[in-house]
């Protein structure tokens, strides 16, 4: 038995050996193929053999889950892969600027830039829009929406100074003229710093406010609630003043005459008046207007606008 294999070096008779000597050498051959193939014994059913370590006739048996591929390469959003052993891949989420997995979501509200639309999302957004007014409805600025027996419908922005009133069977709106003395807009401004005025020249009383007509035909009547004083220190002296209105640096109602008057005797005298004037203007502009008032003395005394009774003007823009 000095004959080796030259590839696993099992021992092989010589041919010198005796042939008494066969079984003998036989069964060392025999034994050492048995122990060499030990590990072909046979697996279990739909198993494949596979390399188990370098060494030579080391092999296992291992379920066939290895097919023919000898390996799984990946790109993005895919991950992992491999070319041994179990692979196993995933996907990355998505996002706006890298595909990848993304989560349903039902939701009408969300402001998520990662979730997707259900189905049952969208058919509630297209109920929604469905419901909604369509924009076309409206095609001019100023044009108001109104429902009429069974839609919304668009009634056209109306001309300058017309007014919205109901139709004569009551059942839609529509643009109309004012009727005559109609009040388009009021404003008032209230004023109580005290002020002074020692001349006879007029000069403001702070007591202004601005309006913008609405309709170059339309008026504007003025309601002035003017509070003056006069604390004269000069015994023996007349009392006197005058009130008017401006419309911007123009006079638009004057008195001519004394808003009050007093005689005052030998004595020092402290005076106090309320005036009223009313004026119905005609600006003639849908430009801004200002109105004010303005006082002067019949003498040298001094008036003022007091401040502990507060003076009020009111402007009403009303229709011819």
């Known amino acids: 038995?000095?004959?080796?294999?030259?590839n696993f070096g099992w021992q092989m008779p010589?041919?010198?050996d005796l042939v008494t000597d066969l079984p003998a050498d036989f069964e060392v051959f025999g034994q050492a193929v048995d122990t060499d193939f030990v590990d072909l014994l046979g697996g279990a059913n739909g198993y494949i053999l596979s390399k188990a370590s370098a060494t030579d006739l080391d092999f296992a048996w291992i379920p066939n889950d290895q097919g023919d591929i000898t390996a799984v390469n990946v790109t993005s959003p895919i991950t992992g892969g491999g070319s041994a052993g179990a692979v196993t891949i995933g996907i990355n989420a998505a996002t706006t600027s890298v595909v990848g997995a993304v989560q349903l979501s039902d939701s009408t509200?969300?402001?998520?830039?990662?979730?997707?639309?259900?189905p049952t999302a969208t058919k509630a957004a297209y109920d929604l829009a469905d419901g909604a007014i369509a924009k076309s409805t409206v095609t001019t600025a100023g044009d108001i929406i109104y429902r009429n027996a069974t839609v919304p419908v668009r009634l056209g922005i109306g001309t300058a100074g017309q007014i919205l009133k109901v139709n004569s069977g009551a059942t839609a709106p529509e643009w109309g003229a004012a009727s005559s003395g109609a009040v388009v807009q009021v404003k008032q401004a209230v004023f109580s710093t005290a002020t002074t005025n020692a001349t006879t020249t007029y000069a403001d009383t702070g007591l202004t406010l601005s309006?913008?007509?609405?309709?170059?035909?339309?008026?504007?009547?003025?309601?002035?609630q003017q509070f003056q004083r006069n604390a004269n220190t000069a015994a023996a002296y007349e009392t006197a003043a005058f009130l008017r209105i401006m419309r911007d640096a123009t006079a638009i109602y004057n008195s001519n005459n004394f808003n009050w008057y007093a005689k005052q005797g030998d004595e020092n005298g402290d005076?106090?008046?309320?005036?009223?004037?009313?004026?119905?203007?005609s600006p003639a502009t849908t430009s801004a207007v200002t109105y004010?008032?303005?006082q002067k003395m019949y003498a040298t005394q001094i008036t003022a606008q007091d401040s502990s009774t507060p003076?009020?003007?009111?402007l009403m823009e009303v229709t011819p």
Request: glycine share 0%.
């Open 14 to 16: 010589t041919s010198t």
């Open 1 to 6: 038995m000095t004959n080796p294999t030259s």
């Open 292 to 294: 004010k008032t303005q």
């Open 211 to 224: 309006i913008t007509p609405t309709s170059a035909s339309n008026k504007i009547l003025v309601f002035v």
């Open 311 to 314: 003076s009020t003007i009111t």
């Open 271 to 281: 005076f106090r008046f309320n005036t009223t004037l009313v004026y119905l203007d």
């Open 109 to 118: 509200s969300t402001t998520s830039s990662v979730l997707a639309s259900t």
